[in-house]
Nanobody, 122 residues
Framework: QVQLVESGGGLVQAGGSLRLSCAASGSIFSINAMAWFRQTPGKEREFVGWIRWRHGSTYYRDSVQGRFTISRDNAKNTGYLQMNSLKPEDTAVYYC???????????????WGQGTQVTVSS
């Protein structure tokens, strides 16, 4: 089992930045990928990006490419989502997820954080 605890959400003005953290504990050895998803009311949870836990390679959805950066600190068992140049349409609850392979499909991830609200004001 893996437990994920997120932190770092909040309210920011458009153009600002936030960094989300996702601390993992438990069976860390089983994690090969960590991903970030987001969800707004009435919509499906959508993929934001993933990082391969050991190699550090990343992949993002088009709308956040160049603005968001996913990283990880293996020593701290923590993943990060750095969000720059935030837009009102980035407002959502953000979730981190961990699984055995890097994929944009939420059903492939076995473990989820509790979610953290990010609100971007115009």
């Amino acid at each position: 089992q893996v437990q994920l605890v997120e932190s770092g959400g909040g309210l920011v003005q458009a153009g600002g930045s936030l960094r989300l953290s996702c601390a993992a504990s438990g069976s860390i050895f089983s994690i090969n990928a960590m991903a970030w998803f987001r969800q707004t009311p009435g919509k499906e949870r959508e993929f934001v990006g993933w990082i391969r836990w050991r190699h550090g390679s990343t992949y993002y959805r088009d709308s956040v490419q160049g603005r968001f950066t996913i990283s990880r600190d293996n020593a701290k068992n923590t993943g990060y989502l750095q969000m720059n140049s935030l837009k009102p349409e980035d407002t959502a609850v953000y979730y981190c997820a961990a699984g055995s392979r890097a994929t944009p499909y939420r059903a492939e991830y076995d473990y989820w954080g509790q979610g953290t609200q990010v609100t971007v004001s115009s």
